[in-house]
């Protein structure tokens, strides 16, 4: 319930009381400085359901993960101010960091669902050009947010643990 409400139904409902007082001019946000508000609310609510998900006792990898993402939508935040670059992208490509994190701190690996990640990762960049959404410069800042997440989430559930 806390990862629902911190990472979809708050941000979902904080937007569109953004959208009622018109500080963003669509759910599509189509110009990119009606995006600094909801992604700066949007990082208190993942910090906050972080906050709230420490007190409980689970695995290292999952704060890993959650660490990994506000730091990824930290760094979109602040790219935001010079280019309105996908987050639908940084999404997908996020996860695709996260599993190979995943696969590689417990020795496992799926090239299948890894290719079919990466398959989505490039046809979500493909329709925001398409769309017109983004232009090629903006839509290739993508993939490197994904990575930071990816090394994030390796090192710190390698680490973890090595020092156990």
């Known amino acids: 319930m806390i990862v629902a409400f911190s990472t979809l139904i708050f941000p979902l409902l904080n937007i569109l009381l953004l959208k009622w007082y018109g500080v963003v001019s ?5 110009h990119r400085a009606e995006r600094h508000a909801p992604y700066i609310s949007t990082i208190f609510f993942f910090a ?7 007190k409980g006792a689970l695995p290292d990898a999952i704060f890993s993960i959650l660490t990994g993402t506000l730091l990824t939508l930290a760094l979109i935040a602040v ?14 490509f996020g996860l695709v960091g996260v599993v190979i994190g995943l696969f590689q ?4 690996g799926n090239i299948t669902l890894l290719s079919l990640l990466v398959l989505v990762g ?3 960049i493909s329709s ?13 800042w993508v993939p490197g947010s994904g990575l930071l997440l990816l090394t994030y989430v390796f090192i710190s559930v390698y680490l973890s643990k090595r020092c156990k």
């Open 79 to 92: 790219i935001n101010f010079k280019w309105k670059i996908s987050a639908h992208a940084a999404g997908i």
């Open 105 to 108: 701190t417990h020795s496992y």
């Open 122 to 124: 490039g046809l979500v």
């Open 26 to 30: 669509s759910l599509s946000m189509p």
């Open 128 to 140: 925001r050009l398409v769309l017109n959404a983004h232009t090629p410069a903006e839509a290739y």
């Open 48 to 54: 906050l359901g972080y906050y709230m998900l420490r």
